[in-house]
Structure formats: C-alpha cells, structure tokens
C-alpha cells in the first residue's frame, strides 16, 4: 500500500471525464489546477469532472487550486510556441503584440526601470535564458544564451530582483474565490516570501467563505529566508524547484530540499516535492535513470507527496507517467525502515494530540500492528500520526466527505468514509471490518485505535486502543 502520495497537474492531455478516471487509476491522489492557463469556465468544467470521477469511483481524491501568484508572465504566440536557438535576438516589450520568434509581449511597463544591460532572464522554470542586451522606452532586448521551447503565458524571472507586486492581484482573487465557492481542499500559494503572504490568503478565504487549507510554494531567496515562519502559518510546503533554481545556485538545491522536507516533518506540516521529477516523460514513455532516482530520493527523505506538472498536463505519456510514479514509490518504500526512524521527528507541539499521536505509533511498533485506525472529523489526528511516519498504514475513518478528500493527500493515510458512529463498540466493530476489507489484517491481527472518550466530543481524540481483529 502505498504511502507517499501523488499530486498530478491536469490539462489538455487529462481534462476529460475518461482521462482523469485513468489517472486517478494510475495513482493520482491529488488534482492539481494551475490557474496561470485557462480560464475559470475551462477550470469549472475540468473541476466538475473530478467531483464526478472520484464520485462514481469512490476514490478519494484532492483537488488543489494553484495561484498565479506575484509572477511575470508572457503573452499569446501566433502558433502558440516558438523554438529560441542560442545566439537568437529576442525581445520582451510592454506592447500589445501577439508573439513571434521574435518578439512577445510582457505587459509590465514598471519592469523596466528594474533592469540593466547584462543581467539575466530566465523564462519556463528556468529551462530558457537571456541576456539583457538593450532597455528602451517599451523593450527589453535580448540575446539568447541557452535555447528551447517557449509556448504561451509562461513565466520569466529575473534573480534576486524583488518586483513591487501585490501578493493577491486581481486575478488571484477571483482564483481564491473561485477555490472557496468550489469547496475545493487545497489552494497552493505561489512566490510565498514571508509568514504575512499567507495570513493575507487565509484572510482572503475567510472572505469568500472558504475553508480551504493553504501549501506555500517556496521558490524564492526570501522564501528560503524566511521557511521557519512560513510553515509555521502554512498547513503545508511545497518545494518548488522551478523558479528556485534561478534564485539559487543549482547545486544547493538538494540540500535545500532536504532541510525543507525535515522542517516540515518536524512541525508536522505537509510537504511536496515538484518541478522536473519525470520531466522526460512529457515525450518519452520511459524517465531517465535519474528522474527514477530524483524521485526515489524524496521517498527516501519521506517527502509526503511528489508532483507531476507538465508530464500529466500535457504530455504524451500522462497516464504512464503517473503510473510509473507510483511504482518508485512503492519499490523504494519497502526498503525503509520506517519504525527505526520515526522518533527523530517528534517535537512537542499541539501537546495532548501529540502526545496521542506518538503513543499510537510506538505502540504500534511495540506490538506489531497491522494498521493505526484513527477516527478523525477534521483530519488533525491522522495528520499528526502521519508526521511520525509509521510503517503501519494509517486509516482515516471519517463521517465528513470534505475530509475524505483532503485526507487524500496525507502520508501514509488511507481515508475511508462511513455514518457516523455514536458508541465506542460501535466505533471498534467498523475500526474491525474495515481492517478485514482493506486486507490490512486478519484474524487475531492487532490493530491500533485512536478515538476520543466520550465518544460524543468532537475534537477530542484522547486514547489508543490495542483491538484484536476478530
């Protein structure tokens, strides 16, 4: 059973009905909705699509809404990409043109006035780079120094250059409350810089109503920076190596991932790692060596969950690609001695819960248990169990539909939903049947459960149980 979970970007090639059933078949636990391309009809229909498919499968399945953030992107192409060899001239201006090999429109004047002749530009996550050659009244000339393909509303960056962007534009607010009115699960945050950005999202979703929770995409110097209090606030990270990679040395990306993955775990926050992890396969049906062993190396850092971008989105190989994400997965798990590690993470916070949470997992390796069961309304206590990282699988039984889902994205966590129990042997017997049903234990098998006494009290889980299945 497979514990790290798989986040896959949906897009042209998966945002029909049939096309997301076959993702969420290969291994999708996560639909991810980049709000930078398309409008918000072609989102609701995609959205729509995924409330139906996760539905009729009964699969659970997040949906996460990705912000557009404080970024700069480009305009339209006349044929919608263009192919940038080293040495081409080529320009970015304020004008209102519609792009060419030439030239593509960047309708951001005050940019200008933030540039000189021989800084660098990078443009799609950083795979492309210029060299500022000229500035004039409307253009930014440059000189192409590494080629490739450059397709419509991409982003560019210039590293280490702090635009005066508001944090929410326009446009991400009607993302926001286009999130909260959906009741979708997750927003992720693009170019979070400081602990303030997401108190101003989480604000911008009470607005609306919502209750989604938030992933902080960390991409930036500042958002390095500043990671201890970002994850503080944030319900989640998400290591964002596209645009990181421009900000920083390439080389120190790993090490920065690392630390991230640790922090997270630490403070009990979700953490995914993104960008470029089967790249290949956007062309190809098979990833490269390593690409197989990029991925594996989060699972073996215990990220909770890996991305999929423009291998699903728009690839050729998108169900493959999800697929063979899950195969490392499970491949490189059974080789990790989960119990023998999972102490280091434990650091007093959220106490009693904590405590709870810790305790169901030590018992659980102290008497060989098949599975923690744990009953959860809003999630927390299979969140905390999850920060410990147990070899036994966690299985999250929930009244709450909202839950089951979100619940998808969870390390190690399988939600299951069911009516809602009102007596503690009542709470037993389903803890026993789904156990039996998941073929997680047999007869005689201990399992381990989490519930709160009085069974009546919410929000109160408060003992673990040693059951045998019966």
């Keep these: ?49 995924v409330k139906k498919a996760r ?37 970015f201006t304020t004008r209102d043109v519609l792009g060419t090999k030439e030239v593509v429109s960047c309708k951001y004047p005050a940019l200008l006035s933030f540039l000189k002749p021989h800084q660098k530009m990078y443009a799609n996550n ?11 009244s409307t253009d930014i000339v440059c000189k192409v120094v590494v080629g490739g393909e450059l397709s419509d509303h991409k982003s560019i960056s210039i590293p280490r250059i702090r635009l005066p962007l508001p944090f929410i534009n326009e446009k991400d607010e009607k993302n926001i409350e286009f999130a909260a009115k959906n009741d979708v699960e997750y927003i992720s945050a693009s170019f979070v810089s400081r602990a303030e950005d997401v108190l101003e999202m989480k604000e911008c ?76 396969m956007i062309y190809k049906r098979r990833p490269t060596r390593a690409e197989t062993t990029d991925v594996a190396q989060a699972i073996y ?25 899950a195969r490392i997965a499970v491949a490189t798990e059974k080789i990790i001695n989960y119990d023998a590690e999972f102490l280091a993470s434990y650091k007093s916070s959220h106490e009693n819960l904590n405590a709870i949470s810790y305790s169901a997992c030590a ?37 709450d539909e909202f839950t089951f889902n979100k ?6 966590v399988v939600p299951i939903i069911v009516k809602e129990q009102k007596t503690l042997e009542d709470m037993l017997s389903i803890a026993n049947k789904v156990a039996k049903e998941l ?19 919410k929000g109160t889980t408060n003992a673990v149980h040693i059951f045998e299945i019966k």
């Design 1 to 49: 059973m497979r514990k790290t979970k798989i986040v896959c970007t949906l897009g042209p090639s998966t945002n029909e009905f049939d096309e997301i059933v076959k993702l969420l078949r290969s291994g999708m636990n996560v639909a991810r909705l980049n709000m930078s391309h398309g409008d918000l009809a072609s989102h609701q229909m995609t959205l729509d699509l």
């Design 55 to 91: 539905k009729e499968l009964g699969i659970p399945c997040s949906i996460m809404v990705d912000t557009c953030g404080p970024e700069l992107r480009i305009g339209n192409f006349e044929n919608h990409k263009i192919l940038l060899n080293k040495g081409d001239k080529f320009i």
């Design 126 to 136: 950083g795979l492309i780079e210029f060299n500022i050659v000229e500035i004039t």
């Design 205 to 280: 979703i009470k607005k609306y109503g919502g209750r989604q929770e938030i992933i902080s995409k960390i991409e930036s110097v500042d958002g390095i920076k500043n990671l201890d209090s970002i994850i503080d606030v944030s319900d989640g990270i998400m290591v964002a190596r596209g645009d990181m990679g421009t900000e920083i040395p390439i080389e120190q990306i790993p090490a920065v991932q690392k630390n991230m993955i640790q922090k997270c775990i630490s403070m009990g926050k979700k953490v995914i790692v993104a960008t470029e992890m089967l790249e290949s």
């Design 301 to 325: 850092d215990k990220s909770g969950a890996t991305m999929l971008s423009g291998e699903t989105a728009s690839g050729a190989f998108p169900f493959e690609a999800a697929a063979t994400m």
């Design 363 to 399: 018992t659980s390796r102290a008497v060989g248990a098949k599975a923690i069961v744990c009953y959860t309304d809003k999630g927390k206590t299979a969140n905390m169990i999850s920060r410990f990282r147990p070899k036994a699988p966690i299985i999250a039984i929930t009244h």
């Design 407 to 412: 619940l998808s994205l969870s390390w190690g």
């Design 439 to 457: 073929k997680i234990a047999n007869e005689n098998d201990k399992i381990i459960v989490t519930l709160g006494i009085p069974t009546s009290e």
